[in-house]
């Protein structure tokens, strides 16, 4: 099995800075696109950033841009979040998000942390 374990999350005042890790383990052949989501209360999930395998490129929500860097480090299996100048809107669940063949031949599956709140006040 394959588990994405997210950390880093808590709270923080607007303007403040927080850096989410998410580690993944298990039976891993091959870790492709990683990526970071989150879910408001009331509201559908949305990515923030996603980062492909080799880290050469990122993508970013536009309300991030500037203020997040998502960065991986393949030899730990783990993706991070940098997270800067912190608003109340970004309050929210995040999720780490990773697709993921287990063995040579295998499908690529689709594998989701369990998620940790990051809450910003103002």
């Known amino acids: 099995q394959v588990q994405l374990v997210e950390s880093g999350g808590g709270l923080v005042q607007a303007g403040g800075s927080l850096r989410l890790s998410c580690a993944a383990s298990g039976r891993i052949f091959l870790i492709n696109a990683m990526g970071w989501y989150r879910q408001a209360p009331g509201k559908q999930r949305e990515l923030v950033a996603a980062i492909t395998t080799s880290g050469g490129s990122t993508t970013y929500a536009d309300s991030v841009k500037g203020r997040f860097t998502i960065s991986r480090d393949n030899a730990k299996n783990t993706i991070y979040l940098q997270m800067r100048s912190l608003k109340p809107e970004d309050t929210a669940v995040y999720y780490c998000?990773?697709?993921?063949?287990?063995?040579?031949?295998?499908?690529?599956?689709?594998?989701w942390g369990q998620g940790t709140q990051v809450t910003v006040s103002s």
């Open positions: 998000n990773a697709h993921i063949t287990q063995w040579v031949g295998d499908n690529l599956n689709n594998y």
